[in-house]
């Protein structure tokens, strides 16, 4: 039996579209090996964490911790992982948002998933 012949419109879109799925799997590779820095109380708490939300380091400053005030320091951990959660959102949408015709839709992953709640990782777990 003999394949039929593709048109070389639909050639080139196939073509096209495995170039785009080239190119997201190398920002995506990109993303999981950059790294964003979140802070809070003026760079008491630092939070270093991957562009895929691992967190890879946690810094507090001496001055931050008061015995009589573990609530306030609660607050700046808190803080300075959501900005750190933040900054590698924002980079996934820099380096997938293109590849995807923009930007996921509101709670959803630029890479599929479940959409992420209060305090979860807009990845969907995936990255």
Do not use: C, W
Request: aromatic share 4%; hydrophobic share 40%; charged share 20%.
């Amino acid at each position: 039996m003999t394949q039929p012949q593709m048109p070389a419109d639909m050639q080139e879109l196939i073509r096209q579209a495995a170039e785009v799925q080239a190119a997201l799997q190398r920002a995506q590779e990109e993303l999981l090996n950059a790294t964003v820095v979140g802070t809070a109380g003026g760079e008491l708490v630092s939070i270093t964490m991957t562009g895929g939300a691992e967190i890879t380091d946690l810094q507090i400053k001496p001055e931050a911790v008061d015995p009589e005030d573990v609530e306030t320091l609660q607050d700046l951990i808190l803080a300075a992982y959501r900005d750190a959660h933040y900054k590698a959102g924002q980079l996934a949408q820099e380096k997938i948002g293109p590849l995807t015709g923009g930007a996921a839709p509101q709670g959803q992953s630029p890479f599929g998933g479940q959409p992420a709640g209060p305090g979860e990782v807009p990845f969907g777990g995936i990255i």
